[in-house]
């Protein structure tokens, strides 16, 4: 029983961190790591995949090609994390924004749409204002798929009909409401109550193409329904089949 107390391990010597040592000339416990050596999982050789930046700019380009997976990731992606503030069409008129919450950006603004990729990128991974960072919560190839998103949110505003696939039909928004048994009212501005967010977003209702319809025909589906748009009724957008 008292060879098993023994105490060898604990009064061994050994170095504690934070505490000196006179072993070493330079008196400290804990060595320096050696030179160009890199923990593992941290060889970040492509930069630009990691920061967005490129020479302490933001960058403006995917740094792998997007693909519907990728942007159907993206998606996934944005409505967990994003949307709470920048509501599923990026308006930036979320659900807690509703109720008091700092306003969120709008995606859709002419400073947005001309911002390049690596700005989303770089406010994702670091924060901006009042958004806190989403580093821990998102992957670095996650954090890309949403930027790709935004941008497809972005074009799906502002697109024209040189932009849709040849075949595809343009229609305006409140007839496609009405096909799907809408008023024609849901595609007016939407706006904010005036004690949650002091202007008016200026964002629009997303349509996303239905995988399941048939070729040669046009099906649309809202990415969130009783979330009006500002695009005037009789506007045109594109609706791609």
Known sequence: MLAGCRQDMQNEPKFIPQRGT????????????????????????????YTGMVDGK????MPFPVTATVLARGQERFNVYCTPCHSRVGNGAGMIVQRG???????????MQAAPFGH??????????????????????DRWAVVAYIKALQLSQKATQSDVAPGAHVEPLASIAEQEGLPAAFVNEWTLPPTAVHGTPDGGDFVLPQPSAPAGTAETTHSQKHVPANIPAGSNVPKQK
Do not use: C, K, W
């Open 22 to 49: 006179t072993f070493y000339a330079d008196g400290r416990s804990v060595r320096p790591q050696v030179e160009n050596t890199v923990a593992r999982n941290q060889l970040r050789e492509n930069s630009y995949f």
């Open 58 to 61: 933001e960058g403006d380009g």
């Open 101 to 111: 919450y700092a306003p969120a950006g709008n995606l859709h603004t002419p400073r």
């Open 120 to 141: 989303f990128f770089h406010v994702i991974t670091n924060g901006y204002g009042a958004m806190p960072d989403y580093s821990a919560q998102i992957a670095p190839v």
